[in-house]
């Protein structure tokens, strides 16, 4: 019978101690490996030594189910760890729903969004690697401020290239970045020949900002890259996240039937999902996942399953997902989080082995979303997890139809304290509602790098 | 023994059922009564009824030591409360102190203050009242947003007055108030006489959006005016900070030998401090109490003790107060929370007994102090409570320097995501460091109203 609290809260004792691994769990043949860009052969842990510490790559690769959480990367999550898990009833007496809903809330984080869950144990594996300095990229500025956070607890220098549009136009998360010790450049830079190179770009973007990062990380000794998503040991630091909400679903004597989370890079999605996942392919549960993507970037609903690069210039390996083409330009949503061609290699596995079930909404009734949980259960969503909300309230909504009780779980990961003026521009009714471009998608498939087809 | 956790959590069942008044337990007479601003006289419960609603008032003047919370409103409290007290550890290590120094952490709030703590039980009492409409000022709008989450839960309207330059310059918080469904003008507004009266003024001030916020509910039947802080019912709602801390510190094995908290008009520093200091006052608990302020708006520090207006029009009652004079204006630190020229009656008269101990900070000493505890602890805190930050480090280093153990708790009040333009001119070197003017002072103090002398 579910309880009749509203806050379910883990004791710091019940952090997790170790991470779950899905990689060995998964049904089927093992996913492709990626391709190095260069030969086009299966990348080995050589390929990314120069900008990872063995450690780092030692998960992505790993086959044992659990991974332990090293003891001072514990110690940090103390700071935050383990956030709330909150049943939504007021939301719940708004819609006027049998649903119960549930949600994980991540944004009590420093940074503000479950980001650190990775930034902290990646500067960790990276010190004890004995590397002082990491570079990183940053759009809209929420994986550039937690690497900065993180690299603040363990006295580690940290350098950010954030895209110039959001360095001109979003200053407070640099600020934050500052605030942390870290230093910011406004991408492209002259420091780099791929920032010279772009030296007239008026905007900048993502992919010139990765690629002045990597080369950074690649040039210099003392320096390492890091990545915020996408990649399979970004996933598994995120597991903390599902982990917990297993317990504290416990705790609220219910389990759920339905779990959403937005899908961008695949980070958050995969760092609530998977531990529940395990149990389900195991036989021990009956759940299914939804992913919220944005309909300006429909990578998931509408992609092609392919190898593509991970970045916009080409210069990572290749990677097995969906994709709409790595030079596709998404439309300027204010979910800058999830404007990503591709997404993790692992959560494409799981849509495409139908394990996973993904939507596409459009920005005006995300929004129309968050706002309505915002004067339900008061916190502002950040525009990413918005996604997540729109795809609750649709299966509370189904629920009642349907008359049935359902018990929906989605993951709130990360505030929008620093998105305000996207919803000023909702409530003035001036939001765009672009749609993303099919031709432009087309045009961007055909550029697809030549490599195997996948099944 | 200390305990050796880092984060100490409270069950929702432990949300206090009741607040604490501490006016009962004050030692020496009581105190001197507010007085009519038009007839001089004592200030009774008919004075304030045009404004107010009669359980509020009640509140105000009531000697009862304790006030039962409501049902609707604990259970609004649970939306965000208990909120979490930790240790800092990692401030202690970085400091190489031999103190033990925990806070509360009150930044969890939807609104990111503790102002919530009272916003929910005004918006409550009023709606039990029969009023469903409130107006208020506010000005950098951490009030005004509370109030705004306020009403939002309870399908009240609200009307918030804006002091033009944060309408202009901080436009974020103006849209928190929008997204929580509340209504805000830019004062000087043409809604009201006293906002015509000042048509010209080129910024607007916060004794205009008083005036005009008090004048739109004096006016209309349907419509209430709230207050964010300075009078004892706001105090009083603000003691479930306190409260909680106390069985936190149990928890944590720990009894405090100084409590720490930024005043402004006195609520965050009466919500932690009074449940204490009745401990105190009754004999079972040794502690004592720093006050921290603005050095550019000394108040307690630099202030006379005088009845004077607590608003710079001179509309409301006269109050029992330190005062740097009603219409003194102060320089414009970032600590827009704290820059009121007087302070809660209660608070004042426990300076002038000598149970509270004031001190006064410059402006760059104080965003050091955050700095440092953004760098440690990650959170970034709001300028305000950044004060409490540095007498709390400055306790610390004390304790140091006699090579002492000391407890130390202080009262984090709120986050800085919203004041990040002020970390920008800190860590870039240009934040102003503005001493007050005591000649402006002494001026402004020549005017204070006829009345009664205190003392």
Chains 1, 2 share one sequence.
Not at 46 to 55: S, V
Not at 214 to 219: G, I, L, T
Request: proline share 9%; charged share 20%; with cysteine.
């Amino acid at each position: 019978m579910a309880d009749d609290r509203t806050t379910f809260l883990l004791d710091e004792d019940a952090i997790p101690t170790h991470w779950v691994n899905i990689a060995p769990d998964l049904p089927g043949d093992p996913p492709p490996p990626p391709l190095s860009p260069r030969t086009g052969e299966p990348a080995g842990p050589d390929d990314l030594a120069a900008i990872f510490p063995m450690g780092l790559i030692e998960q992505e690769v790993s086959m044992e189910p659990e991974i332990a959480i090293p003891a001072a990367v514990r110690d940090a999550y103390k700071l935050w760890r383990p956030t709330p898990l909150r049943r939504a009833r007021r939301l719940e007496q708004a819609l006027g729903t049998p649903a119960r809903i549930y949600y994980k809330w991540e944004g009590v984080s420093p940074a503000g969004s479950h980001k650190p869950n990775t930034a902290v144990p990646q500067a960790y594996e990276n010190l004890q690697a004995g590397v002082r300095k990491l570079s990183t990229e940053t759009g809209a500025g929420q994986w550039g401020s937690s690497l900065a956070f993180a690299c603040s607890l363990f006295d580690m220098e940290c350098e950010v290239f954030m895209v110039g549009s959001s360095y001109d136009q979003k200053p407070y998360r640099r600020s934050m970045i500052q605030t942390w010790g870290a230093t910011v450049h406004r991408s492209p830079s002259d420091l780099t020949e791929a920032g010279r190179a772009n030296a007239s770009h008026p905007t900048g973007s993502l992919g010139i900002a990765i690629s002045e990062a990597v080369e950074v990380a690649a040039q210099r000794e003392d320096t390492n890259y890091a990545l915020g998503s996408v990649l399979n040991h970004v996933l598994l630091h995120q597991t903390v996240v599902g982990i917990e909400a297993i317990a504290q679903m416990e705790m609220a004597g219910d389990r759920p039937d339905v779990i959403v989370a937005c899908v961008g890079g695949g980070s958050n999605f995969g760092g609530i999902v998977f531990p529940f996942l395990r149990e389900k392919l195991r036989g021990d549960r009956d759940v299914r996942f939804v992913a919220a993507e944005p309909a300006a970037c429909p990578t998931l609903t509408r992609g092609v399953y392919s190898y593509d690069y991970g970045d916009t210039a080409g210069l990572t390996p290749l990677m097995p997902m969906y994709t709409l083409g790595h030079d596709f330009v998404p439309p300027p949503v204010h979910a800058g989080g999830l404007r990503y061609h591709g997404d993790s290699p692992l959560v494409c596995a799981l849509v495409k082995a139908g394990l996973v079930e993904a939507r596409a909404y459009r920005q005006n009734e995300t929004f129309e979303a968050a706002v309505r949980f915002a004067r339900s259960e008061g916190i502002i969503p950040a525009p990413e997890p918005a996604h997540a909300i729109r795809g609750a309230i649709e299966e509370a909504m189904a629920a009642k139809e349907a008359g049935e009780e359902r018990v929906i779980l989605f993951n709130l990961c990360g505030h929008g304290n620093f998105d305000m003026a996207a919803y000023d521009a909702y409530l003035a009714g001036t939001l765009e509602d672009p749609e993303f471009s099919e031709a432009d998608m087309n045009a961007a498939l055909e550029r697809l790098p030549a490599a195997p087809a996948l099944g």
